[in-house]
């Protein structure tokens, strides 16, 4: 029957067949394009909002160091965290005894320790030393004594806590002892934070 196809029809028909499978051709290779650059797009999309979140994640970072920099920055200057001061404590107590025109003041200053109670900051990578000071003044009056330690608090780099202090009135039947009335003995702990990984010189 083919045979019997007008060869005028049967180019056309050829030709109709060429026609159709490369048209067939162009539209699967199209809906491919299409779904290759549709996922290109949704790559691209995905890849966008990562940096977008990394972006917007290091403008949060940069708003929270700006807030805190400058009271790290106070800590570290006030020797609260990093190395201790000690020169700033006894220059403070030597300044104080001075001014205050005390009689004896005298300290004693024991070797730093890492708190075992500290281990709470480590998940911040944080460790707490502490420095035990010990005071013991001869003054005129109580007041004396609040003196040195308001003193200590505003002037002595660093952080400290008074553990524990005792008053006493010393024998005054000697009339040379009108300086020397009342005494006292003080424990103080001095406290530093320092990260867990820096270098220790203790």
């Known amino acids: 029957m083919y045979k019997q196809i007008h060869p005028v029809l049967r180019r056309s028909l050829i030709t109709f067949v060429i026609v159709a499978t490369v048209s067939a051709a162009a539209v699967i290779s199209s809906d491919m394009f299409m779904e290759d650059a549709y996922k290109d797009q949704k790559s691209e999309q995905r890849a966008m909002r990562?940096?977008?979140?990394?972006?917007?994640?290091?403008?949060?970072?940069?708003?929270?160091?700006?807030?805190?920099?400058?009271?790290?920055?106070?800590?570290?200057?006030?020797?609260?965290?990093?190395?201790?001061?000690r020169l700033s404590w006894f220059e403070t107590i030597q300044a104080t005894t001075n001014a205050r025109g005390m009689?004896?003041?005298?300290?004693?200053?024991?070797?730093?320790?890492?708190?075992?109670?500290?281990?709470?900051?480590?998940?911040?990578?944080?460790?707490?030393?502490?420095?035990?000071?010990?005071?013991?003044?001869?003054?005129?009056?109580?007041?004396?004594?609040?003196?040195?330690?308001?003193?200590?608090?505003?002037?002595?780099?660093?952080?400290?806590?008074?553990?524990?202090?005792?008053?006493?009135?010393?024998?005054?039947?000697?009339?040379?002892s009108n300086e020397n009335k009342m005494q006292a003995y003080c424990e103080l702990s001095w406290y530093t934070f320092k990260s867990s990984d820096q270098q220790q010189g203790i």
Request: overall charge neutral.
């Open 50 to 85: 990562i940096w977008k979140n990394k972006i917007d994640g290091s403008r949060e970072s940069n708003r929270i160091i700006g807030e805190y920099e400058h009271s790290y920055i106070n800590l570290v200057k006030n020797s609260v965290v990093g190395e201790e001061n």
């Open 103 to 176: 009689p004896s003041v005298k300290y004693n200053v024991a070797s730093q320790k890492l708190l075992e109670s500290s281990s709470a900051y480590a998940s911040v990578g944080l460790q707490v030393y502490r420095t035990k000071m010990t005071l013991d003044i001869k003054m005129a009056h109580e007041g004396d004594l609040f003196v040195m330690l308001n003193s200590l608090e505003k002037n002595a780099k660093g952080l400290f806590s008074v553990d524990k202090c005792n008053i006493e009135q010393t024998d005054i039947s000697n009339a040379a």
